[in-house]
């Protein structure tokens, strides 16, 4: 846990959401999506846009156990996205996450998400 | 040759050498007084659990819970010390027995298979995740704590106000407190040994208010004695052995469960914060139902001691231990303490919709006719072994010949049910029967 007091970088705002990971897969924040990885009972929300060049993660194939943006191929260890997925606690289906604070409210969808469900 | 040590199969055996200790003998009485030795397990009734399938969220308030729970809690507790308050005078056999390295040891072969089918579902319902910064941890307590005290979360408490008898209710929900509440901070006893830095001292704090400072009169169980004794209630540990619910004794055994196996310190500490931190406006509450129960005789120090200390408590625990056990142990901490602040919501709830259950049966006569059922017939006496059991499925208990009694709390008068008549016993509610003169009972499911 980064600890507030030693931290270099001020901690961006996260706000709360709520979703229940049988309806929902995905939350779209105005331009922003974050996509829900599960592996065994784990569900990790994690931000779609690729580093690279904001590529659609969720849209990716997880290879390996690696999952590969689907723009220009980039792999990224499934192990080290769940390490850094955004903070989130499951409860049954009920998923609670903290995600970055922006002008729009997180809102839970369904939609297309390739890199998902038990890519362990 | 492969010696199976672990295991269904091994659980099954052993847990009915176990259970034929004579600690755990059977009794004709509905109360055991004195003696916090004797806690009655019928090894028929152990040996008909199938241990093949562990408890879940649906079953966690069923007739095998209770009996797994009531094992695991008698393997935990002969870890601690208990001593009659009358002295060991009739009760020195019964004290070599409880502490007996044999059956012991019997007990420790069966916990850690017994904590498997008794907790592991938890495990699949409840997860953490992320990378979890110091502000958003403390929001997420924050958003916890608010939830468990905003208006309309003490479905408990209104149903015990609603109740037909409020005293007796309450009664109920004391009987439930008792299991804690008169070996109060046991479990967090057996985390202050070992070294683990500034955060030992800490929880040593916490626990000194707990003890009363050496001052016997102001430990914490000592008021929860002196509460019970206002509303003329027994002050003895198990003394209503009997009457605990399955979701109470889970609740108790969760913290011994976190203790005993030592990686789960942070999720101790996770769960101790979070009631900590939600006790001073629950206590402030429990005393306005009981003494709208049972009006000023009632003596709430022990409710009023919490009201206040558990301000302090509350933050003490996530301020000294939690916050600063998350910094410096990092990501594997983060996730135990957040496991223990969820899952002792969650078993919060589970243990609040069994009590609920409970407190919410009134049984009534019926003149429903008795059936025989497939089951058959069950022959009673005064002799007879006094046992109490959760129902699978409405139950509809007939008397067949003689007159029965049926408990359903510990502190109410049981039902007399005469010959010919029957009783409902709902899904999932707390029931025993015994009888005076020579009866004849039935109980099988509702049509």
Not at chain 1, 42 to 64: F, K, Q
Not at chain 1, 65 to 83: A, E, K, Q, T
Not at chain 2, 359 to 369: E, N, R, V
Not at chain 2, 378 to 403: N, Y
Request: aromatic fraction near 10%; glycine fraction near 8%; include cysteine.
């Amino acid at each position: 846990m980064s600890a507030r007091p030693r931290s270099k970088a001020p901690v961006p705002p996260r706000v709360r959401a709520e979703f229940d990971r049988g309806e929902h897969n995905a939350l779209v924040a105005g331009d922003d999506m974050y996509f829900v990885m599960e592996r065994g009972t784990d569900v990790h929300v994690i931000t779609s846009a690729c580093p690279h060049r904001g590529g659609p993660l969720h849209l990716g194939e997880v290879e390996d156990d690696r999952l590969r943006c689907p723009w220009h191929g980039s792999f990224f260890p499934v192990g080290r996205l769940c390490d850094r997925a955004h903070p989130s606690v499951r409860v049954g289906d009920a998923v609670t996450v903290y995600l970055p604070a922006t002008d729009h409210s997180p809102v839970p969808v369904h939609t297309m998400v390739r890199a998902g469900v038990n890519a362990a | 040759m492969t010696i199976q040590t672990s295991g269904p199969g091994v659980l099954a055996d052993e847990s009915v050498r176990y259970s034929h200790a004579p600690q755990f003998r059977a009794t004709n009485k509905p109360f055991v007084p004195d003696n916090p030795y004797h806690r009655p397990l019928d090894p028929e009734r152990v040996a008909a659990v199938d241990w093949s399938r562990p408890v879940t969220e649906e079953t966690f308030a069923s007739d095998r819970s209770l009996v797994a729970h009531r094992l695991l809690m008698n393997v935990y507790e002969s870890d601690a010390l208990f001593l009659p308050a009358a002295g060991l005078g009739r009760f020195e056999n019964d004290f070599h027995a409880f502490y007996d390295s044999g059956s012991r040891l019997s007990g420790e072969r069966i916990r850690p298979e017994l904590e498997r089918f008794a907790f592991g579902f938890m495990e699949d319902a409840v997860g953490v995740s992320g990378k979890w910064d110091e502000e958003t941890l403390r929001t997420h307590l924050r958003h916890a704590v608010d939830s468990a005290n905003s208006p309309g979360s003490r479905p408990v408490f209104e149903a015990i106000r609603a109740a037909k008898n409020p005293s007796v209710a309450a009664g109920t929900q004391i009987v439930q407190m008792a299991l804690d509440g008169l070996t109060e901070a046991t479990a967090m006893s057996q985390n202050l040994g070992g070294a683990f830095g500034p955060e030992q001292s800490e929880l040593f704090k916490i626990f000194v208010d707990e003890f009363g400072y050496g001052v016997f009169p102001a430990k914490h169980s000592t008021l929860f004695m002196e509460l019970c004794s206002s509303v003329g209630m027994a002050t003895t540990s198990h003394h209503y052995w009997f009457f605990y619910l399955p979701s109470s004794i889970a609740m108790n055994n969760y913290f011994y469960w976190a203790t005993r196996n030592r990686t789960g310190f942070f999720r101790y500490i996770g769960a101790m914060a979070f009631l900590e931190a939600t006790f001073a406006a629950w206590f402030a509450d429990l005393t306005k139902v009981f003494r709208d129960a049972f009006g000023d005789a009632v003596d709430t120090r022990y409710c009023d001691e919490h009201a206040h200390i558990d301000q302090h408590h509350g933050r003490m625990a996530v301020e000294d231990l939690l916050i600063p056990l998350a910094r410096k142990h990092g990501p594997v901490a983060v996730k135990g303490l957040l496991q223990g602040v969820e899952e002792i919501q969650y078993l919060d709830r589970l243990a609040g919709a069994d009590l609920l259950t409970q407190l919410s049966w009134d049984p009534a006569l019926s003149d429903a006719p008795a059936k025989t059922p497939a089951a058959g017939v069950t022959a009673l006496d005064s002799d007879s072994p006094f046992d109490t059991r959760l129902a699978t499925g409405d139950t509809r208990l007939s008397v067949l010949s003689g007159e029965a009694l049926l408990y359903n709390s510990a502190t109410g008068d049981p039902l007399r049910v005469p010959h010919g008549r029957s009783v409902l016993v709902p899904d999932g509610c707390l029931y025993g029967v015994r009888a005076e003169g020579r009866a004849e009972i039935s109980a099988g499911p509702e049509a």
